[in-house]
């Protein structure tokens, strides 16, 4: 037993004694060879093969440095047939001291023999491996190269605390992300009880019973990224053939309920992304259900694989009305990552997760959209506006381009930038755009950057409208705008004149200070006619025009028809803290 007090302290030490280790050139995973011997009734894993390692740097390489969690037994190590001239136990970590320098280019195999068994059935780290529903990540059971970020204290204050700095950027708690942004092949076999089904990355090239052993091998035969996980229990399969592709839906044989809608949403992107983004690159795709408490997220996707939780994926109440699709949002958000992040591969760096995220959530939403209407997304929207202005609160917003591991940003304002240039030119542009950006890293092999992106986005841009998506990626602004008036007059003949007040104040972050000035800016404004009585839930545009607004503007609008209501930006082309007052009723004068 280690409390969270002696964990944090073990964390501590460990950073001060190995964040060196960040700044050490080191090789990084090229080729994974192994076979995972999992023994569920006993909670036991056995791990064995070889990690090819490449030399990537422009410099040699004298030692290696290989972290394995605490957890983990290693049964032997070698580093080119050597053991290790360090071994750090308190740490976990081994020091290879290679007798002739690594040069650039150059590999060398590690050889490992693992092994992980679990006891405790409460601890937190401790429900991985279980009899029926293990779900295992590279983390728990590989080796890693040079200094695990991963091992820090995340929580700011619980590092204060401890005296250690302040971390640059917010760590996304739901986030899975490899120690280094390598990419690698691999050739994995995964031996499990007969009675159950192993998934994990790849293409499943065979499956064979040798007594009580089911052995399943998968296989990656180009680069894909550098980290590696699988799942096992006792699935049922639910099968359909789309689109030349296997999709295919591992679930607990009590959980089948939502196995329909879980195809629905995996088929609808697929169809979305290949006819948009490219082809998809693998003969098949799993979505496999695994534990809420071993996956810790809604969804993880890795090359030709997504894991969905149990409670937020194939428990979920699709049934009660008036509810946001959570599933069909989920299910597309992880399979566009085969896309976005698995097949466009950011360069390492500020604006990454952006690429990754934000696009994802542009997916997502695009099928949502083809799936249950244009009506569905306006809760998503207010939902992100609002996630977007509780996360800015706490200060260190940076622009889109530059962002980090803010969630409220990649996911919540990159949702809302890329809804609202969708809004601003179109769906089909803007998916030409992100195709664009797809196809030319393809074929350049050059990683894209966030920048990357934005010049795609306003090369599909009118040159009038730029400024708006260079505000949305390049800046961090939001602004206030209101109706303050909004009374109309009867003229003859039948038309009216609506007296309009337009006032609205713009905040800018810079530097970590905030700056409000008057709204100076074209903003469209709408006269939408009085309701019917049958209560429709959008009544026609009377007028709709973009209008100038420096500070308070004064309008009078001539319009055919009871004038109902005038709404400031109906389409939500700016970040408005405060949609409310946005809209305001037509006093009417008979």
């Keep these: 037993y280690e409390s969270e007090e002696d964990l944090l302290a ?15 050139a080191q090789p990084v995973p090229a080729h994974l060879d192994a076979a995972f011997d999992l023994e569920p009734e006993e909670r036991r894993l056995r791990v064995r093969g070889r990690l090819r390692l490449e030399n990537w740097t422009p410099n040699a390489i004298d030692s290696v440095w290989v972290a394995a969690r605490r957890d983990v037994r290693v049964a032997s190590m070698t580093l080119a047939g ?14 290879f001291a290679l007798g002739a320098p690594m040069a650039p280019g150059a590999s060398l195999d590690l050889a490992f023999d693992l092994r992980i068994e679990r006891r405790s059935p409460s601890a937190d780290d401790d429900v ?15 080796p890693s190269i040079g200094y695990r970020r991963s091992w820090e204290i995340a929580d700011p204050a619980a590092r204060r605390r ?11 708690p739901e986030a899975h992300l490899p120690e280094s942004p ?69 679930v607990h044989p009590g959980h089948r309920r939502n196995v329909a809608r879980v195809l629905e949403a995996a088929t609808a992107t697929l169809d979305l992304c290949v006819a948009r983004y490219g082809p998809y690159p693998f003969p098949q795709l799993r979505i496999a259900e695994v534990p809420d408490a071993s996956l810790r997220a809604g969804g993880f996707a890795l090359p030709g694989v997504v894991f969905l939780a149990e409670k937020r994926g194939f428990l979920i109440d699709t049934e009660a009305s008036g509810r946001v699709d959570l599933l069909a949002k989920r299910v597309a958000h992880e399979v566009s990552h085969q896309w976005w992040g698995h097949q466009l591969d950011p360069a390492s760096g500020p604006g990454a997760t952006a690429l990754v995220e934000s696009l994802a959530r542009h997916t997502e939403l695009r099928v949502l959209k083809a799936l249950r209407g244009a009506a569905a997304l306006r809760p998503v929207l207010d939902f992100e506006l609002d996630r977007y202005l509780s996360g800015r609160t706490a200060g260190g917003e940076v622009p889109l381009v530059d962002v980090g591991r803010q969630p409220w940003l990649f996911y919540a304002k990159g949702s809302l930038a890329m809804a609202a240039t969708s809004e601003l030119v179109g769906e089909e542009a803007v998916d030409g755009a992100l195709g664009a950006l797809l196809a030319d890293a393809k074929a350049t092999g050059r990683a894209p950057t966030a920048r990357d992106l934005v010049a795609r986005l306003l090369a599909a841009t009118p040159v009038a409208d730029r400024p708006l998506v260079e505000e949305w990626w390049t800046r961090s602004v939001v602004h206030d705008l209101r109706v303050t008036k909004a009374a109309a007059t009867r003229l003859p003949g039948g038309r009216y004149r609506v007296d309009v ?90």
């Design 82 to 95: 050597a053991i290790p001239a360090d071994v750090d136990e308190r740490f976990a970590t081994r020091r």
């Design 162 to 172: 401890a005296g250690l700095p302040e971390r640059a950027e917010e760590d996304d």
């Design 128 to 142: 991985d491996l279980v009899p029926n529903g293990t779900y295992v990540h590279g983390f728990a059971m590989l």
């Design 10 to 24: 073990w964390k501590a030490a460990y950073e001060r004694a190995y964040r060196p280790l960040e700044a050490l």
């Design 182 to 250: 390598s990419r690698m092949t691999f050739d994995v076999r995964v031996a499990t009880p007969t009675d159950q089904l192993p998934v994990a990355p790849g293409v499943l090239v065979s499956s064979t019973i040798a007594g009580a052993v089911r052995t399943t091998r998968f296989r990656a035969t180009h680069p894909v990224n550098a980290f590696f996980a699988f799942a096992s229990a006792r699935y049922d399969v639910e099968r359909v053939r789309h689109g030349g592709v296997d999709v295919e839906v591992y």
């Design 501 to 590: 007040v337009v006032d609205g104040r713009t905040f800018e972050t810079t530097d970590g200070a905030e700056k409000e000035r008057a709204f100076d800016g074209d903003v469209e404004l709408v006269v939408r006619a009085a309701r019917s009585e049958r209560g429709d839930d959008e009544a026609p545009p009377l007028h709709a025009e973009r209008h100038r607004v420096r500070g308070p503007v004064r309008l009078s609008i001539l319009v055919d028809g009871l004038p109902g209501e005038v709404v400031v930006d109906p389409r939500r082309l700016l970040l408005d803290r405060d949609r409310a007052d946005d809209v305001r009723d037509v006093e009417t004068g008979r």
